[in-house]
């Protein structure tokens, strides 16, 4: 076990006993990425909050049936993934468009004509995730983004891997014709690689 | 390629394939261009998507951990200050009557020595309603209905007043030390989760009804205590005090047999989730029901005592459920900063809410909307998806 999962499963144990101090901790560390997963899936701000709060306090109350020892990322973005869907799901959920400029693109290592169709890129695909029913956006995030398995994704969402994996097709074919034009001839982005 | 067959495209890129249909796949991309492209595009689509970091507002991770620290501290005390709700409905008959049996197993030794010495003084009341069932005689254990409580109440009273009226003994002083040191009766599994019996009072200490009437509202204030009474709380008043309060508060909204929603406030039973601080606190709160000054209460903060007060609350109809709300709201302006300010801002949504759905009347659907819509753009509401649900429930009809 390496020393990073040592630390972490030592605060995970201490929140376990009520030490708020070290759950607020994993807060921390896990805050972008629950966060992340949050937006990417209802689309707007106060709602993801809303989610990453909900998230970090249901995995609290859940803690007893956490496995120690065991990452806690997958497991908290999968409550993090559920919250979010049932938010969307709701009737008086409201996805806002996301402002301009919320997101980054990661600094190109093209030309600057490349850096503007990266932008390019990045934009056209988040006008296509807005336009993607938000449970085949929720499984298109877990696996593209989380990188998830279909059991996984299947578990976290209530779904069958089949109705998994029929649900990503559907999104990845979607957002592969908005963004087609940005992707060089092999499918990749034009500039650089993703992670 | 039919349609399942381009689906598997998206499993071929994550792996997820079998081997046999892998290669199936990959024989049937190695002659067609438009699948190749499709694929090709897909994985562009991952890549672009990984590719970018979401970011949130300006210092919005400087605050998170504390504020979800700080929204599982308010809900840990919210829950701690509400007492147990009444499980009646959840509870099989023989567990009363076994709760009846083992407390009848206690205190009728005590009462045969008193009935030996005097007439009969602490002898369980047999109401219309234990006829009716067949029970065992109603005691502390017996947490009925808000309706059933009341009336018993009444009837017991009844009965009190009509026993003091008869010329009798009082119970020799030997008696009572034997009667203050019963023991409590052992918390039923399945019964109420916290134990409900206050310390019994050693003679004299029977709280005064000055200190009663500063207690729960409503039901004690009005009725100046008789020395029957007194005397009898002083024996078994203890236990029998907490029939009429057993009815508990009743969450705004909430259906009768389904608990509040998971890990919030009100759900059903509170303690069973709360920490063992959280049955002290509703020991406290059991305490304020009693009457007990706030001298002797110092440790619980005032706002607390309000806030406790005002969830025990029954309102009645849509002139009640305003009335309700008003207080929530005044809860609010007094108690801004309060741990339960933000509870209390919730209740006076749903308050006004329930005031619709008794009355009708869409000035209270539109105000709550209202009030909900300045709760909703709060940057510190910690429950803006329970609001949401309620509007929604409203609603919804």
Redesign the interface.
């Known amino acids: 076990m390496s020393a990073e999962v040592r630390d972490e499963t030592f605060l995970l144990a201490r929140a376990r006993q009520g030490d708020l101090p070290a759950f607020e901790e994993v807060v921390r560390r896990y805050q972008r990425r629950v966060y992340g997963v949050a937006l990417r899936i209802v689309r707007s701000h106060a709602l993801a909050d809303d989610v990453a709060q909900e998230a970090f306090v249901k995995a609290w109350r859940s803690l007893d049936r956490f496995e120690l020892g065991r990452p806690f990322g997958p497991w908290i973005c999968r409550i993090a993934a559920n919250q979010a869907v049932n938010h969307v799901r709701s009737p008086r959920s409201r996805e806002d468009p996301l402002p301009e400029g919320h997101a980054e693109v990661r600094a190109s290592q093209g030309s600057p004509l490349d850096a503007v169709l990266d932008r390019e890129a990045q934009q056209v695909l988040d006008a296509a995730l807005e336009t993607l029913p938000a449970e085949q956006r929720a499984v298109f995030v877990l696996r593209a983004v989380e990188e998830m398995s279909y059991a996984e994704i299947a578990e976290t969402l209530g779904l069958s891997p089949g109705t998994v994996m029929s649900r990503l097709f559907r999104a990845r074919e979607k957002l592969a014709r908005a963004v087609a034009p940005y992707l060089g001839p092999a499918g990749r982005p034009r500039a650089g690689e993703g992670s | 390629m039919t349609a399942h067959e381009?689906?598997?495209?998206?499993?071929w890129?994550?792996d997820?394939l079998a081997p046999a249909e892998r290669a199936e796949v990959e024989a049937h991309l190695a002659a067609c261009e438009e699948c190749a492209?499709?694929?090709?595009?897909?994985?562009?689509?991952?890549?672009?998507?990984?590719?970018?970091?979401?970011?949130?507002?300006a210092g919005?991770?400087e605050t998170?951990?504390?504020?979800?620290?700080a929204?599982?501290?308010s809900?840990t005390h919210a829950a701690a200050a509400l007492p147990p709700r009444p499980v009646r409905w959840r509870v099989p008959v023989w567990t009363w009557a076994a709760a009846a049996a083992v407390l009848l197993a206690v205190v009728a030794p005590l009462t045969l020595d008193r009935l030996n010495e005097a007439p009969p003084a602490a002898t369980p009341v047999r109401t219309p309603e234990d006829a009716a069932r067949g029970s065992a005689p109603s005691l502390a254990l017996d947490a009925t209905t808000e309706t059933d409580g009341r009336d018993r109440d009444l009837e017991v009273r009844a009965k009190r007043e009509t026993r003091a009226q008869r010329p009798r003994e009082e119970p020799a002083d030997e008696a009572r030390p034997a009667l203050v040191a019963a023991p409590a009766p052992e918390p039923i599994e399945g019964g109420p989760s916290a134990p409900r019996t206050p310390p019994p009072s050693s003679g004299g200490e029977s709280p005064s009804p000055g200190a009663r009437e500063g207690g729960a509202p409503g039901r004690w204030a009005s009725a100046p205590e008789t020395e029957a009474e007194a005397a009898w709380r002083a024996g078994e008043g203890a236990a029998r005090d907490e029939t009429v309060g057993a009815s508990g508060p009743r969450r705004p909204g909430a259906k009768d047999d389904v608990p509040a929603r998971e890990?919030t406030l009100g759900a059903s039973p509170p303690l069973v989730?709360a920490?063992a601080k959280g049955r002290v606190a509703t020991t406290q709160a059991v305490e304020m029901q009693e009457g007990v000054s706030a001298s002797e209460n110092k440790a619980v903060p005032e706002d607390s005592r309000v806030f406790a007060r005002l969830v025990r609350a029954h309102p009645a109809g849509a002139a009640g459920w305003r009335e309700h709300r008003d207080e929530w709201r005044a809860f609010v302006e007094a108690h801004p900063r309060s741990r339960h300010a933000d509870e209390a801002r919730v209740r006076t949504i749903e308050a006004g809410l329930e005031a619709w759905r008794a009355g009708a009347d869409p000035e209270d659907l539109a105000r709550a909307r209202t009030e909900a819509d300045a709760y909703?753009a709060r940057d510190d509401a910690?429950q803006?998806?329970r609001v949401?649900?309620a509007?929604?429930e409203a609603e919804?009809g």
Do not use: H, N, T, W
Request: zero cysteines; hydrophobic letters at 45%; charged letters at 40%.
């Open positions: 381009r689906e598997r495209l998206a499993a890129i994550d997820e492209a499709l694929l090709g595009d897909m994985e562009g689509v991952d890549a672009l998507a990984r590719a970018v970091r979401v970011e949130a507002p919005y991770f998170l951990p504390r504020r979800v620290r929204r599982i501290e809900e890990g989730d920490p909703l910690g803006k998806e949401r649900r509007l929604a919804g």
